[in-house]
């Protein structure tokens, strides 16, 4: 069987469902909302029923060209109109282009008990008639309750949803019926319109350490997979929401590239070429150690490679941090006024953990940075506990290496056991992890840097002094001493020493080499003096060598010359004695 035919087997199997447009809905339902079967949504008062309903319905009309009808049983048209006009949604347009139908529709609850009968005939007629006048694909029940609200029978209430339901389907439109919260274990007052219901989604509206949390949870979806945790959701100026990030499934894909800090040093440290792209970076340390320096300057050098950067501070303010990062040569409103960095600042006791990571969640959803920094998340302990801190960053880190987004953290670090669990339990999440430590010495304090561990990578084992001066962030390479490492005036201390030992050095060398230059010419001179004696010995010697062998000729010549005198005269002597 090939992969087309197995595909298009599945797809026979799968229901069919109707996207509900919702942001983060459609990928917990798998899909949407079962297409053709009503969806009941219930919960208390207040928890964003008749929102998220709303919300289906306008989806639906706008982007998925199905044009819904809208009931509502307690709130006239105009006020809904009014409600959600803040949330950009233009009901009166979208009903002149028969996009969208409201009704209202009024049940007096005295009228019921005088009659004693009950039948949603009528309500069936101006539904249909709704449905039919635009085509409607969608419909929206709000609330149920109103419509048995008078009826005691659980008989014919019983009887009565399973015709409304039944309708519905008979329509062939997706519905979505919303229902007070019961009490007890009871989903609903009546207790039944969740055991008729196709798919049960439940909200939750509760309020722990004085914070607000909005949370949806999928009670049961037939013919489908879902997802069965509870999700915090957001209701905002674009409505509602929701994080589906739950779990890590540990499949993602994983870059190479290498991205620099920010700090030439510091990259040195990492190999020579900085982080991994897609990784999560870890900044620790006690305060005023510059860690928000470190995070300013990774910031500042994503945006010159022209990379968007989404800056998230729970501390100080966006012009608090711009100003003082002037102070060490980092200019980041440059790159706020181009758009390439976006802060998004708010003390962490504005929501509770899980608003927070939809809104940082939503935010990256509609900047798109390529780098996202959190200064600082020891913060966040305020508004939860140490495993609800780490719960929440290991849903931000999954979300964000599927997205490819470097991350950077900053943490404080204290002498207390809740900052060594933060430490500890934060950092077995991230991919580096870089602790900067005071050095206190010699009267002063000085900053030291090594890293933790940094996975992937072969890195420095080693401390380095950090230095933060009005040129900007520095690590000095280490500098042993006969003590170890030395830092801030001891280092410049032992370094003055050193270089004066080596000046006095050169200077003795200086005037041995004088010394050795004199003798030299002395000897020099001596020995230029005995060759000029050697040569004018030589000289003369020469001189009566050659008297000598002048003498020697003469002799020889004179020698020579009487000898041949002698013969000269020798045969006239004979000739005279013969005579």
Same mark, same amino acid.
């Given at each position: 069987?090939?992969?087309?035919?197995?595909?298009?087997?599945?797809?026979?199997?799968?229901?069919?469902?109707?996207?509900?447009?919702?942001?983060?809905?459609?990928?917990?339902?798998?899909?949407?909302?079962?297409?053709?079967?009503?969806?009941?949504?219930?919960?208390?008062?207040?928890?964003?029923?008749?929102?998220?309903?709303?919300?289906? /319905?306008?989806?639906?009309?706008?982007?998925?060209?199905?044009?819904?009808?809208?009931?509502?049983?307690?709130?006239?048209?105009?006020?809904?109109?009014?409600?959600?006009?803040?949330?950009?949604?233009?009901?009166?347009?979208?009903?002149?282009?028969?996009?969208?139908?409201?009704?209202?529709?009024?049940?007096?609850?005295?009228?019921?008990?005088?009659?004693?009968?009950?039948?949603?005939?009528?309500?069936?007629?101006?539904?249909?008639?709704?449905?039919?006048?635009?085509?409607?694909?969608?419909?929206?029940?709000?609330?149920?309750?109103?419509?048995?609200?008078?009826?005691?029978?659980?008989?014919?209430?019983?009887?009565?949803?399973?015709?409304?339901?039944?309708?519905?389907?008979?329509?062939?439109?997706?519905?979505?019926?919303? $229902?007070?919260?019961?009490?007890?274990?009871?989903?609903?007052?009546?207790?039944?319109?969740?055991?008729?219901?196709?798919?049960? /989604?439940?909200?939750?509206?509760?309020?722990?350490?004085?914070?607000?949390?909005?949370?949806?949870?999928?009670?049961?979806?037939?013919?489908?997979?879902?997802?069965?945790?509870?999700?915090?959701?957001?209701?905002?100026?674009?409505?509602?929401?929701?994080?589906?990030?739950?779990?890590?499934?540990?499949?993602? +894909?994983?870059?190479?590239?290498?991205?620099?800090?920010? /700090?030439?040093?510091?990259?040195?440290?990492?190999?020579?070429?900085?982080?991994?792209?897609?990784?999560?970076?870890?900044?620790?340390?006690?305060?005023?150690?510059?860690?928000?320096?470190?995070?300013?300057?990774?910031?500042?050098?994503?945006?010159?490679?022209?990379?968007?950067?989404?800056?998230?501070?729970?501390?100080?303010?966006?012009?608090? /941090?711009?100003?003082?990062?002037?102070?060490?040569?980092?200019?980041?409103?440059?790159?706020?006024?181009? $758009?390439?960095?976006?802060?998004?600042?708010?003390?962490?006791?504005?929501?509770?953990?899980?608003?927070?990571?939809?809104?940082?969640?939503?935010?990256?959803?509609?900047?798109?940075?390529?780098?996202?920094?959190?200064?600082?998340?020891?913060?966040?302990?305020?508004?939860?506990?140490?495993?609800?801190?780490?719960?929440?960053?290991?849903?931000?880190?999954?979300?964000?290496?599927?997205?490819?987004?470097?991350?950077?953290?900053?943490?404080?670090?204290?002498?207390?056991?809740?900052?060594?669990?933060? +430490?500890?339990?934060?950092?077995?999440?991230?991919?580096?992890?870089?602790?900067?430590?005071?050095?206190?010495?010699?009267?002063?304090?000085?900053?030291?840097?090594?890293?933790?561990?940094?996975?992937g990578m072969k890195h420095s084992n080693q401390v380095r002094e950090f230095i933060i001066t009005d040129k900007g962030l520095?690590?000095?390479?280490?500098?042993?001493?006969?003590?170890?490492?030395?830092? $801030?005036?001891?280092?410049?201390?032992?370094?003055?020493?050193?270089?004066?030992?080596?000046?006095?050095?050169?200077?003795?060398?200086?005037?041995?080499?004088?010394?050795?230059?004199?003798?030299?010419?002395?000897?020099?001179?001596?020995?230029?003096?005995?060759?000029?004696?050697?040569?004018?010995?030589?000289?003369?010697?020469?001189?009566?060598?050659?008297?000598?062998?002048?003498?020697?000729?003469?002799?020889?010549?004179?020698?020579?010359?009487?000898?041949?005198?002698?013969?000269?005269?020798?045969?006239?002597?004979?000739?005279?004695?013969?005579?």
């Open positions: 069987m090939t992969k087309s035919q197995k595909k298009q087997q599945l797809n026979i199997k799968m229901l069919p469902k109707t996207p509900t447009g919702i942001s983060g809905l459609d990928e917990i339902t798998d899909g949407g909302l079962p297409m053709g079967r009503p969806t009941l949504i219930c919960g208390e008062a207040g928890c964003g029923k008749t929102l998220m309903s709303l919300e289906f /319905i306008v989806r639906g009309a706008t982007t998925y060209n199905e044009p819904g009808v809208f009931m509502a049983f307690e709130e006239k048209a105009e006020e809904l109109a009014m409600n959600v006009a803040s949330l950009g949604f233009d009901l009166q347009k979208l009903q002149e282009q028969n996009k969208v139908r409201l009704d209202h529709v009024h049940i007096d609850r005295s009228e019921i008990e005088e009659t004693g009968e009950y039948d949603l005939e009528g309500l069936f007629i101006r539904l249909g008639y709704a449905i039919d006048s635009i085509g409607a694909k969608r419909v929206v029940l709000d609330t149920l309750e109103n419509l048995f609200s008078g009826l005691s029978n659980q008989t014919i209430l019983r009887a009565e949803l399973r015709r409304l339901f039944g309708f519905l389907k008979d329509k062939g439109v997706t519905a979505i019926i919303t $229902g007070e919260r019961g009490e007890g274990t009871s989903l609903t007052r009546q207790g039944l319109e969740e055991y008729v219901s196709d798919c049960v /989604i439940l909200l939750d509206h509760r309020v722990i350490n004085q914070i607000s949390t909005r949370r949806l949870r999928v009670v049961k979806y037939r013919g489908s997979q879902h997802g069965t945790n509870e999700y915090p959701f957001l209701i905002d100026e674009d409505g509602i929401s929701v994080l589906p990030v739950t779990s890590l499934r540990l499949e993602k +894909d994983v870059s190479s590239e290498r991205i620099p800090s920010g /700090i030439p040093a510091l990259d040195e440290m990492l190999g020579g070429h900085g982080f991994f792209k897609g990784s999560s970076v870890l900044v620790s340390g006690t305060a005023g150690t510059g860690k928000t320096s470190i995070a300013a300057y990774f910031a500042n050098e994503t945006c010159s490679q022209k990379k968007k950067c989404m800056y998230f501070a729970f501390e100080e303010s966006p012009n608090q /941090i711009i100003r003082n990062m002037q102070s060490i040569n980092v200019n980041l409103k440059q790159y706020v006024d181009n $758009g390439l960095l976006k802060f998004h600042a708010s003390r962490p006791t504005l929501y509770g953990l899980e608003m927070h990571l939809v809104s940082i969640y939503k935010l990256i959803k509609q900047f798109r940075p390529d780098a996202v920094i959190l200064d600082p998340i020891t913060n966040l302990i305020t508004v939860g506990s140490v495993s609800e801190v780490k719960s929440m960053l290991v849903r931000l880190i999954d979300f964000l290496q599927e997205e490819q987004i470097t991350v950077m953290f900053t943490a404080l670090s204290l002498n207390t056991i809740v900052s060594e669990q933060t +430490d500890e339990g934060v950092s077995s999440l991230v991919d580096a992890w870089l602790l900067v430590r005071d050095i206190e010495a010699n009267g002063e304090r000085n900053r030291g840097m090594y890293i933790m561990k940094s996975r520095d690590l000095v390479d280490v500098y042993l001493g006969p003590e170890g490492v030395l830092t $801030g005036s001891a280092r410049e201390a032992q370094k003055l020493k050193e270089k004066t030992g080596v000046a006095l050095r050169d200077f003795a060398l200086s005037r041995k080499d004088k010394e050795i230059m004199r003798k030299r010419k002395m000897l020099e001179a001596k020995i230029s003096n005995l060759q000029a004696e050697f040569e004018s010995t030589e000289e003369e010697l020469n001189k009566i060598y050659i008297e000598e062998d002048l003498k020697q000729q003469i002799i020889e010549k004179n020698r020579d010359e009487i000898t041949k005198m002698r013969r000269g005269f020798e045969p006239e002597t004979k000739i005279r004695r013969k005579k």
